[in-house]
């Protein structure tokens, strides 16, 4: 049972307004702010009484009752059970909504996961999706397996669709902007699948959406700098700055992956040579390994990380060279960011054990001062890209720093 005796505003959502921007709220916005914080303590606290959101969120009773009204009106939350007590009255528990589900893909350039999750994060189904790479084709194959989630839940409110995508989304048009490694050209997936489907999509990066899932989970409580790096065909950086996800002008900041290293190194997937990824993504470390066997068949990184757990010299000497200049490639990020915490997420992951010190070994050997940022991994970096791409749907369409969005644009047109 929940404790009555909660002390006061240490909730995630409370600290994810910024403050610079709320000090510009109009009334309006300052009510969607409350709205988005009392939404937020339901989703993390739950179940709550409204009691308890007052005493949480600081909020008169009378307008925690109002903003409740409306969450429930809006299918967002529902009233449950009813908290047992010694004495008194026995509260109407609240928790979110969980006939409310939200499709999710993780799109990648050989497969989608698709699935369908509820409000709470909990999958309700989860495919598998071989892609081809006509991106027509392969958007047909998502939205028919999407189709058939639907038709298998028939009593579930469907809210929308995120998708995780290895590729930077412009916040304005929503379009895909880069993927070097996927090759769409300028497919406007959002609008294909929209038509389709009849619900609204939200596309996100795949790094952006692991950080997310992080921030959703508690995961970074108190922590307002991190960065989180992902480690698959290509390595991809999402940033949190000051208790902000950064996305920049064209949702292109955290594009590390693609600073040039060596001008005479390979040609990467987005034209130039020698990028950060062409040495520290599971690509480069197959490469590596084909250099030492150039005879051997082509292999996945799953295979080449079950050689090394295997003791194979070659699969170690190549995920090690990756290793190695994926830690000096950190160097970059710690001096742009100087991040309290990195994640690694992604293939390098699964192996942490013989990796994440040499991984950490390099990034002590560069620092310029201070101390060492924490290096982790995610918890689930397979199931982290499907959280946050529904987490997406859940603050866009909830209304979840609506206002910082609105605040920032009035800030910038003065
Ligand atoms: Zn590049």
Redesign the pocket.
């Known amino acids: 049972m929940k404790s009555t005796t909660r002390s006061v505003p240490t909730t995630r959502g409370i600290k994810r307004i910024d403050l610079a921007y709320v000090q510009l709220a109009t009334s309006e916005s300052a009510r969607d702010i409350n709205r988005d914080v009392v939404l937020e303590i339901i989703r993390s606290q739950q179940p709550v009484s409204r009691a308890d959101l007052a005493r949480a969120s600081g909020l008169q009773p009378s307008t925690i009752s109002s903003i409740v009204d409306q969450l429930i009106a809006e299918k967002w939350v529902k009233e449950g059970a009813i908290e047992r007590r010694p004495r008194g009255r026995h509260p109407t528990l609240l928790a979110l909504n969980d006939e409310l589900v939200i499709l999710a893909a993780d799109v990648r350039p050989k497969q989608a996961i698709v699935a369908l999750l509820d409000l709470n994060g909990r999958f309700l189904a989860r495919e598998v999706v071989p892609l081809v790479s006509d991106p027509e084709s392969a958007i047909g194959k998502i939205v028919q397996r999407m189709e058939s989630m639907r038709d298998n839940h028939p009593n579930h409110s469907f809210e929308g669709i995120g998708i995780s995508m290895p590729g930077r989304i412009d916040p304005e048009s929503r379009l895909l902007i880069l993927a ?1 490694n996927l090759k769409w050209g300028s497919y406007d997936i959002k609008h294909a699948i929209e038509d389709r489907m009849q619900l609204q999509v939200e596309l996100t990066n795949a790094a952006n959406a692991c950080l997310l899932a992080e921030l959703w989970s508690g995961r970074l409580d108190g922590i307002r700098n991190a960065v989180l790096v992902t480690v698959v065909e ?1 390595v991809g950086v999402a940033i949190l700055a000051n208790g902000q996800i950064i996305t920049g002008m064209y949702g292109l900041a955290g594009e590390f ?4 290293i060596d001008p005479l190194g390979p040609l ?11 040495f520290a993504s599971s690509n480069a470390a197959l490469r590596y390994y084909a250099e030492i066997r150039p005879n051997d068949a082509p292999l996945s990184i799953h295979e080449l990380l079950h050689m090394t757990e295997e003791d194979d010299p070659a699969a170690i000497a190549a995920v090690s060279r990756q290793a190695t200049c994926l830690g000096r490639g950190l160097r970059l990020v710690t001096a742009a960011l100087s991040p309290e915490v990195i994640l690694i997420a992604g293939d390098i992951t699964t192996s942490w054990a013989r990796f994440g010190p040499m991984i950490q070994a390099e990034l002590e050997a560069t620092m310029l001062a201070g101390r060492t940022p924490q290096l982790g991994i995610t918890n689930d970096s397979e199931l982290a890209r499907l959280r946050g791409a529904a987490a997406v749907v859940l603050q866009r369409h909830s209304g979840y720093q609506r206002s910082t969005h609105k605040a920032a644009r009035t800030k910038t047109s003065l």
């Open positions: 070097p290509g992956g693609h600073s040039p990467c997937g987005c034209g130039q040579r020698g990028c950060w990824e062409v």
